[in-house]
């Protein structure tokens, strides 16, 4: 006989600036501001904007700004859609922009347009890429004038032209890399020591994204980018309120800023969330599998990114990839001394997430990296087939979770949403089955994953499906791979959101 018990958690409390505790962000952040109002005097009173981007772009972007600091009402004004107030109302500072901080692309030849003429899409993309990326550099060498976040502004055509490029090896390529295969076959050593005579750059990658590309770029020049399209700074059908808009987009500039809009009540002790991700390295020469890990979230309200060590593509691996004992133990003993460099101690409690199994190896690596923290959770989250079906109109509520037979856990973190009073997905939606390993309940373990899912200081929305450890674990597996082989000096999330 099946038992099922089943559990409604509370939606996750929010702290800001003021004393109201709430789990909408833009509620909290209306009535009591940002949570570092309460670093008082450290703050600084205005969050200074670069701009670069074509003349008509950049001229919208400011007068996108100048709205976002008046204020942009609604109409037909719901829980989900909620006006936006002046920006200084909200976040107790100032946006501050100026011709000194932009840079245009014009005269005659027009730089933009000649990156854009290239017939090659390749140098293509790399034109517009070392445009803004000299542009970008130019702002973070001033003494004076430098932003704080610098706003690259890309136009329709170079969104069209330059989204994404992809190229395929050549057969010599291929012969070259199944060369390093064997090579790698016969012998013991580490794989990377068999690539030493290999110089490789962004240029070799198989396939490059724009965005990741200039997250690249602006995070070698220490100056936090935020992306600006028409879709943002212009109101049309396929763009959503401007208000709804304002609210995203001014989260998001004000965490690149150094802020913290809000941050999860402390469940208990000093506590560190990371999530491993597996993203894929292609290049003319190899195919890895690098493991990328993000750390989301701390009771200090850190977020920062640490790239992992590669696994080599085997025949037939697909999605099946795990790191080594030895590579999870490096990965779990930098976990800790990160955590430490930032918050002046080890966390008492650190969960790591995944959304596959962690085999023996991975299990003993970390185990041994972490012996030193009281409490360590392994949980692995994975799309399930499992359905609840609840009386009324409307699927079960975010939160709820369901035991089977004591052995299995589910959890929703997408359905019925009680701060805006409906279901706002397209179709019916999917738990998570949670699997925990070490001294925590697999309640706890859910609770701390739905807890996350409202800690994506890149959006006010509520609808978070995954936490922000996994969410942000896959962004910074593809930027890290256009920084190049070294590791970056910086490693705070501003700057791969």
Not at 145 to 171: F, G, Q
Not at 250 to 258: F, N, P, Q, T
Request: glycine fraction near 8%.
């Amino acid at each position: 006989m099946t038992k099922l018990n089943l559990l409604e958690l509370r939606s996750p409390p929010l702290q800001f600036g003021g004393a109201a505790s709430t789990s909408d962000p833009k509620a909290g952040l209306e009535v009591a501001g940002p949570f570092d109002l309460r670093f008082g005097a450290a703050r600084k009173d205005s969050i200074s904007l670069g701009v670069i981007g074509p003349p008509d772009l950049a001229d919208a972007t400011r007068t996108w700004l100048d709205r976002v600091a008046a204020g942009i009402p609604t109409l037909a004004a719901t829980a989900l859609r909620r006006p936006f107030p002046p920006f200084a109302a909200v976040y107790r500072k100032q946006l501050v922009h100026s011709p000194s901080m932009a840079i245009h692309f014009e005269g005659s030849p027009d730089p933009l347009q000649l990156a854009l003429a290239r017939t090659d899409e390749f140098e293509r993309f790399q034109a517009i890429v070392d445009l803004y990326g000299e542009a970008m550099e130019r702002l973070a060498r001033r003494d004076a004038n430098r932003p704080d976040v610098v706003l690259l502004c890309l136009p329709d055509t170079v969104v069209e032209k330059c989204r994404t490029v992809e190229r395929h090896s050549t057969a010599e390529e291929r012969d070259r890399a199944k060369a390093i295969r064997n090579a790698r076959a016969s012998r013991q050593g580490d794989f990377f020591d068999l690539l030493d005579d290999v110089e490789e750059g962004a240029d070799d990658l198989l396939k490059r994204d724009l965005r990741q590309a200039l997250k690249a770029r602006a995070l070698a020049a220490r100056l936090p980018a935020q992306i600006v399209t028409t879709r943002l700074v212009y109101d049309s059908a396929k763009s959503e309120d401007p208000a709804t808009r304002a609210w995203n987009f001014s989260v998001g500039i004000y965490y690149k800023a150094g802020g913290i809009p809000w941050r999860l009540t402390p469940p208990g002790p000093d506590s560190c969330f990371v999530g491993i991700s597996f993203h894929h390295f292609r290049t003319r020469q190899r195919h890895v599998v690098q493991s990328s890990l993000a750390q989301a979230f701390s009771s200090e309200g850190e977020g920062f990114a640490i790239r992992g060590t590669g696994v080599p593509v085997a025949p037939g691996q697909r999605l099946n990839v795990h790191l080594s004992e030895e590579q999870a133990f490096d990965l779990g003993a930098r976990i800790v001394d990160e955590y430490a460099l930032r918050t002046g101690r080890a966390p008492l409690k650190l969960v790591i997430h995944k959304t596959s199994h962690f085999d023996a190896a991975e299990t003993a690596g970390f185990n041994a990296a972490l012996a030193d923290i009281p409490i360590v959770t392994l949980a692995t989250m994975v799309p399930s087939d499992f359905r609840l079906v609840r009386f009324g109109l409307y699927p079960p509520k975010v939160g709820t979770v369901c035991s089977v037979n004591g052995a299995r856990t589910f959890l929703y973190t997408s359905g019925l949403i009680p701060e805006i009073e409906t279901y706002p997905g397209p179709h019916v939606p999917q738990p998570f089955e949670i699997k925990a390993m070490g001294p925590e309940d697999p309640i706890i373990a859910a609770t701390d994953i739905f807890n996350l899912t409202r800690m994506n200081w890149n959006t006010a929305d509520v609808r978070g499906k995954w936490p922000v450890t996994l969410s942000f674990a896959r962004r910074v597996g593809g930027i890290l791979n256009e920084y190049g082989e070294q590791d970056p000096e910086e490693t705070s999330f501003r700057y791969f959101v």
